[in-house]
C-alpha cells in the first residue's frame, strides 16, 4: 500500500508526526517516527488496567436477560444472541466471546458515550490480556488522514511510554469493513512483568492490531490486545475471535452530531 507522510498541519496549524505511519530506518531497521502531537484527551485508562493486570474484572451484580449465561454490568447498548449495538447507534458488532462459552458468561462490556466520540471496551476474565477496543469519532472529522495519524500516535505513545518498550512491526495492509476500505496494522510488544493494587503479572510478548476505516461522516478506530499464542495469558481461538468480530462490524454512516 502507499507510503504514509510523516509530517502533517493538524487543527490549530500544529505540525505532528506519526510513530507507527511512516518507515525510518536505524541501522535497517524499522523505527516509527516520534510523536509530537498533543495526546487526545480520552478515557484510555481501561486498556492499560487490563494489561497492567493481566486478566480482565467480571462484574456479576448484573445479568442481560436477553442472553444466556452472561455476567456483566450494566449497559446502555443492546445485547442480544452475542450481537451488541451502541446505545448511539454508531456501530453493531457480533461480540469477540460467543454465546455459550465460558469467556462470554464473564465478559464485561465498558461504554463511554458523549457527542463527539464514543468508547466501547470488551473483555472477559476467561481469557486474560485479549482486549477489544472500539474508540469512535462522529461527524466534523479533519481532513484526510489527519484523524488516522492522531489515533495511531496516540496509542502508540500509550503503550511504549508505559512500558518502557518499543511496538515493532509485523503487517501493515488494507482490509474491508463494513463496505469500506480499512488501513490495519499489527505490532508485537514486549511487556516486563508488572505489579499494582497488590496484584502481579509476568512478563509477556503482546500482539496490538489496529483498524481504522471511515463512513460517511464517522470514523471508527479498533484496537485489539492479545498475547502471543505461546505466551502467559493467551488462550485458543484468539485470532478467529478477531475474525469474526472485525468481519461482522457495521459502522452507521448517517449524522449522529
Not at 496516540?154 to 518498550?165: K, S
Not at 479498533?222 to 468481519?247: H, L
Request: glycine share 6%.
Amino acid at each position: 500500500m502507499a507510503e504514509r507522510h510523516a509530517g502533517y498541519t493538524a487543527t490549530g496549524g500544529a505540525t505532528c508526526q506519526t510513530r507507527a505511519l511512516t518507515r525510518f530506518h536505524n541501522n535497517g531497521k524499522y523505527m516509527p517516527a516520534p510523536s509530537t502531537c498533543n495526546p487526545m484527551p480520552r478515557l484510555l485508562a481501561p486498556v492499560l488496567i487490563t494489561l497492567l493486570l493481566s486478566a480482565c474484572a467480571s462484574q456479576k451484580n448484573a445479568n442481560d436477560a436477553t442472553t444466556t449465561g452472561i455476567a456483566n454490568s450494566l449497559i446502555s447498548g443492546e445485547l442480544e444472541h452475542g450481537h451488541y449495538r451502541a446505545a448511539d447507534d454508531s456501530f453493531a458488532v457480533d461480540t469477540p466471546f460467543r454465546p455459550g462459552s465460558e469467556a462470554y458468561a464473564s465478559m464485561h462490556i465498558a461504554e463511554s458515550f458523549d457527542i463527539s466520540e464514543s468508547q466501547v471496551l470488551f473483555t472477559s476474565s476467561a481469557a486474560p490480556v485479549e482486549v477489544y477496543r472500539v474508540h469512535l469519532f462522529k461527524g466534523n472529522l479533519p481532513a484526510e488522514g489527519e484523524l488516522y495519524r492522531q489515533a495511531t500516535a496516540q496509542y502508540f505513545q500509550l503503550f511504549e511510554e508505559r512500558y518502557g518498550t518499543t511496538l515493532e512491526p509485523i503487517t501493515l495492509q488494507d482490509h474491508q469493513i463494513s463496505g469500506v476500505s480499512a488501513t490495519s496494522a499489527t505490532f508485537g510488544q514486549y511487556i516486563p512483568a508488572r505489579s499494582a493494587l497488590g496484584m502481579s503479572a509476568d512478563a509477556v510478548d503482546i500482539w496490538h492490531s489496529y483498524y481504522y476505516l471511515e463512513r460517511g461522516d464517522n470514523a471508527a478506530f479498533i484496537w485489539i490486545n492479545r498475547p502471543q499464542p505461546d505466551q502467559p495469558g493467551a488462550t485458543a481461538g484468539a485470532e478467529e475471535r478477531i475474525d469474526v468480530f472485525i468481519n461482522s462490524f457495521e459502522l452507521t454512516s448517517k449524522p449522529l452530531r
